[in-house]
């Protein structure tokens, strides 16, 4: 798939999708810090269900990221920032293989070497 400029683009809608979840950080630690916050969601059970899906998914994409890196530890390695910091490292790690894809696929699928 060719898109002209698609580091440009990811760049962007990564950016502002980075933005908005920092506000929503920023706003919601006005408030609580996260361990009060984290305190209260295992205290409700779609709080432990939001939990796990969270960290189901994030496990998801550590192994996607150990495909695309070629290399278990920098797989592991970015999923432990996925766990600490949320979609916040998902987003870098986007818009890291933005940079090094020669094409749009290239984001998401290994190049073929």
Excluded at 1 to 29: D, E, Q, T, V
Excluded at 42 to 48: E, P
Excluded at 50 to 73: C, H, P, Q, R
Aim: hydrophobic share 55%; with cysteine.
């Amino acid at each position: 798939m060719h898109i002209p400029n698609f580091k440009l683009y990811i760049l962007y809608i990564c950016g502002l999708l980075f933005l908005i979840l920092s506000i929503g950080i920023y706003w919601a630690s006005i408030e609580s810090n996260v361990f009060q916050g984290v305190k209260e969601m295992f205290n409700l059970r779609w709080g432990v269900v939001t939990l796990l899906d969270f960290y189901i998914g994030a496990s998801v994409i550590g192994v996607w990221i150990s495909v695309m890196e070629k290399s278990i530890f920098r797989g592991v390695i970015w999923t432990l920032c996925i766990y600490l910091l949320g979609n916040l490292a998902t987003l870098v790690y986007l818009v890291r293989r933005a940079w090094v894809s020669n094409n749009f696929s290239e984001i998401f699928i290994p190049a073929k070497k």
